[in-house]
């Protein structure tokens, strides 16, 4: 069998992705287990975390296994990710050792890197993690780059539990106001996973330039085929929010600006009216909000809005530590049977 990484929901089917979900709600029943027993994950943070890191360390403490926490730069080496590189500059190791060393050391590898916002046409290629599931010889998982995928799963989990179904539902991905134009990862893995479940979802952004790259939006549109949904852009805040089911917010940089933030900044700074705020979700049919985290109130979202029983950020952002054991769990025995009570914790 070859080795399977947790790169992109794109590279898992929906069955599998379902089984992920089923896997991660076992483990909401019962948090304590022996699955990763004598089992260890590098955690590699080249940008900071705090949900993402956490939940990983603490997801593999609750199933016994060992988590090795590093930021490469500050406690560990600078890493060179080109091939045919002449290292005379500020990297020390090539990734081609670090990847196979770390092999032989854990069972898993996981990877926070975001883009450098320099130039899109080489942040696109993901070359980090890219590079790290080229030469590792164990399991890779994203934990961001340019696409979220855990954070999908998660939201894909609350959803579910709210509302059961999915497929159907009316779903508004909303771009909001930021002081700073941030990467594209959380509204790409959003617009993939909500047409995956078969959502009929809206992209709601100011203008144009705000469409995501055209890798998501085909993909996204492929999805949507493929499980009964629909996928349409709209700069109409009032006829997207109408009749929608579930808002999910967040901020992201227009690509073609991408480096020339200064440039966007007009047409940012022309759309703070973006907020969630009350006056919009009482568009909506008793829809659910929802945003990642970390959210700046009274900029993307107002105090109403993350107040109200409609709100199921918090309750998304618990279950990444349920959706992640599932990745670690089902990443590490690469389709071998862990042990009795792993496919449902709470009833073995």
Not at 112 to 139: C, G, L, M, Y
Request: glycine share 6%.
């Amino acid at each position: 069998m070859s080795l399977r990484h947790f790169l992109s929901t794109q590279d898992w089917s929906r069955a599998e992705l379902d089984a992920l979900l089923d896997q991660a709600a076992a483990f909401k029943r019962s948090r304590a287990g022996h699955q990763l027993a004598g089992k260890s994950i590098a955690l590699l943070f080249f940008n900071p975390s705090m949900r993402t890191r956490t939940s990983f360390e603490l997801g593999a403490f609750q199933l016994g296994g060992h988590a090795i926490v590093l930021a490469p730069g500050k406690d560990a080496w600078p890493i060179e990710f080109e091939a045919g590189a002449v290292m005379d500059g500020d990297t020390e190791e090539h990734i081609a050792e670090v990847a196979r060393v770390l092999g032989r050391y854990v069972d898993l590898i996981a990877v926070r890197a975001f883009p450098k916002f320099q130039d899109w046409s080489v942040d696109r290629e993901d070359r980090v993690i890219q590079a790290f599931a080229r030469h590792a010889t164990v399991p890779v998982i994203n934990m961001e780059t340019i696409t979220h995928p855990c954070q999908e799963l998660a939201h894909a989990m609350a959803l579910r539990e709210h509302l059961g179904e999915l497929r159907g539902r009316k779903y508004v991905l909303t771009w909001t106001y930021h002081p700073r134009p941030l990467n594209t990862a959380v509204a790409n893995s959003a617009l993939l996973i909500a047409t995956r479940m078969g959502m009929d979802v809206t992209l709601l952004c100011p203008t144009p330039e705000y469409r995501l790259d055209p890798r998501y939006m085909d993909a996204a549109e492929q999805n949507a085929r493929a499980n009964g949904g629909s996928l349409r852009v709209s700069h109409d805040i009032a006829s997207a929010y109408r009749g929608a089911h579930v808002v999910y917010a967040k901020s992201w940089g227009a690509l073609p600006y991408f480096g020339r933030w200064e440039q966007e900044k007009p047409i940012r700074d022309a759309h703070r009216h973006f907020i969630v705020d009350e006056g919009k979700m009482a568009l909506t049919d008793h829809g659910l909000f929802s945003h990642c985290l970390p959210l700046r109130r009274n900029v993307k979202a107002t105090d109403a809005v993350m107040d109200s029983p409609a709100c199921i950020a918090i309750d998304e952002a618990e279950n990444r530590l349920h959706v992640q054991k599932a990745v670690m769990v089902t990443l590490a025995y690469q389709g071998r049977d862990p042990g009795p009570g792993t496919r449902d914790p709470g009833r073995g």
